[in-house]
């Protein structure tokens, strides 16, 4: 290669300056195509069209580098022989240089080189996530983008399919088109982690769930249900009998990919209809404690803990109208009825024992 050595004789978008003597390394002397000053008359002519739409950074051997307009046509005088010629600009914070051609100039004949538009475009992607991911350009894989990493990504322009593949089963896709000189990014947005829950239900009695983030849903006897996609974390599920009673409850934690199985426990409550045919309101005491008032011809259910439990019903003025022993179960429903034929102060007793139950009256 020939010593560095160069003059810009004309510029179809550079305004005419003075002439400087060759023996600067870089010259600019304005002036028309082929009239160079006496200095240079031993130097070759270089045609140099920027092509690129673009304006571009031009570099010449090792000289300084120094800048053209879009569709900017030079005509340099360099030194004869071999010389380096490079376009780039700036992105992301560096120069990219995506032309380099070796052009032999010789006095007498105009060499000529045209600088194209790039056909390779830059592209930031960032994960914001916790989580690494698998880049998809096109459907191809391009590699790992670790969590909270960002990498720029040289494609073909045009439009690509961008995706990433989380390591937790989420996914984000777009398609963009990627331009030439620009500075584009993409910040992958995938949908929230999630996971899946399942409730089994191992009673024989049909189960209502009522989930916190909404929703509620029947379950039947000895049978499950699944949520799926649910956004990791916390959130409470309520299953009730078909009536309304609570039955059991759970906060589960739900986690990002994986499955969790939850099973309702059997019931430590039952029911007990309370049918008031008297025509007079009337209190309800479980266990010795008022619990319930009806009024007259009214008929209530009551929640009790399962077990023996003594019932004991009072008229307006407090006097006993009847009273009885109760077994609640866990899923038939109790009942405790009185009527007209129910005189206050008689009481009925009914008394479990080993040998059997008694019934007594007393006035």
Request: hydrophobic share 40%.
């Amino acid at each position: 290669m020939t010593s560095p050595s160069l003059i810009l004789l004309f510029s179809t978008a550079l305004p005419t300056l003075a002439a400087t003597p060759s023996s600067s390394p870089l010259v600019s002397v304005g002036g028309s195509v082929g009239t160079r000053p006496a200095s240079v008359q031993h130097h070759a002519t270089a045609l140099v069209h920027n092509n690129s739409g673009t304006t571009l950074t031009l570099f010449i051997d090792h000289l300084p580098a120094f800048t053209t307009a879009p569709n900017e046509r030079l005509v340099l005088a360099l030194s004869p022989g071999d010389h380096l010629i490079r376009a780039g600009y700036d992105q992301f914070g560096s120069k990219q240089v995506y032309f380099a051609e070796r052009l032999t100039v010789v006095p007498g004949r105009a060499a000529t080189t045209i600088v194209p538009a790039e056909t390779t475009a830059r592209i930031a992607i960032q994960n914001p996530e916790k989580t690494g991911a698998t880049l998809l350009v096109d459907g191809v894989s391009a590699g790992r983008l670790e969590a909270g990493a960002t990498r720029i990504q040289s494609l073909p322009v045009g439009p690509h399919a961008m995706a990433l593949v989380f390591d937790d089963g989420r996914q984000d896709h777009e398609t963009l088109s990627l331009q030439p000189y620009i500075e584009q990014s993409w910040i992958a947005n995938p949908p929230p982690p999630t996971g899946t829950l399942v409730v089994q239900n191992p009673l024989p009695i049909p189960i209502e769930l009522v989930c916190s983030r909404g929703g509620i849903r029947t379950v039947p006897a000895y049978g499950s249900t699944r949520y799926e996609h649910l956004v990791a974390g916390n959130f409470a599920l309520t299953a009730r009998r078909i009536t309304d009673e609570l039955i059991d409850q759970e906060a589960p934690r739900v986690i990002a990919g994986r499955t969790r199985t939850w099973r309702v426990d059997p019931p430590t409550t039952g029911l007990i209809h309370v049918d008031n045919d008297l025509g007079i309101p009337s209190v309800v005491d479980v266990d010795g404690k008022p619990r319930l008032s009806l009024a007259a011809e009214q008929d209530r259910t009551l929640l009790v803990d399962l077990g023996w439990h003594l019932m004991r019903v009072r008229d307006a003025r407090g006097r006993v109208v009847q009273e009885r022993w109760v077994e609640v179960q866990p899923y038939d429903s109790s009942a405790l009825h009185y009527g007209h034929d129910s005189r206050p102060g008689t009481a009925v007793a009914l008394v479990a024992t080993s040998s059997g139950s008694s019934c007594t009256m007393t006035p």
